[in-house]
């Protein structure tokens, strides 16, 4: 039977985590926190369960899991956040593969609760996630803030039975919150690539967005928080696309002071 590390990164999540660490008990030969400097008592909580906790200055996502990939004792990998949870399932398909190890990656459905409402369409499911793999055989790629775990050349995988919980979000607040934090993070990320946004990239985008989760992906069938998921979706991909423009405004603007130029569109 292979050995099994747990690998999770923290900031601030002593609502959460416990729930998430409970889960791995069973599965897990070590379970390793990387923290980015919590303020609450996530600490406290993780130490109390016994884990390997460390503290690491956050420069991204795909940064940061990246890192804890090297924290860890063994090279097989279960990578989980604060506010998941292994469904019961899910963790006998784990048991099953510790014993019997044939592929380089497993991925499984992650199922979302929204504000007390567990989602089973709107763009949210299966949502699948490859969560449990062999870190010799890829690295944490993507584009932040959205992070995956991207196999090497020739690597396998399998679907795994039973559902990855996730607690995304309790509450609309919070959504607005997320919205505006993720839709900063993608604009920048998207700015160091040199790409642009034009008025109708900007509308195009997030109308397609709301189309493509209410409607193609039956968010209508999830009801009234249906609606409002895929609203924030294309709010949050309206948002990603004006911080854009921008970005790429201010700078052209500093380009034309540098040369002497005015551009009183700047201001606008």
Known sequence: MIKL??????????KKIERCLLSLKSIADEIVIVDSFSTDRTEEICLKHGVIFSKHPFEGYIEQ????????SYDYILSIDADEALSEELKQSILKVKSNWKYDGYFFNRFNNYCGQWIHHSNWYPDQKLR????????????????????????????????????VLSTY?????????????????????GKKASIITILSHALWRFIKSYVVRLGILDGYNGFVISSFSSYTVFLKYIKLRQMNLQMKGRFDKRNGKTNPTIAA
């Open 65 to 72: 899991k990246n890192h804890a990939l090297t924290c860890a």
């Open 5 to 14: 590390s747990a690998v999770i990164i923290t900031y601030n999540e002593e």
């Open 173 to 193: 607040d919070d959504h607005i919150d997320k919205a505006n934090k993720f839709s900063t993070i993608a604009a920048e990320e998207a700015f160091k690539k």
């Open 132 to 167: 449990l793999f062999d870190r010799r055989k890829g690295q944490w790629g993507g584009t932040n803030p959205h992070d995956r775990f991207v196999q090497s050349k020739g690597a396998t995988k399998k679907h795994l039975k039973g559902d990855l919980l996730h607690w």
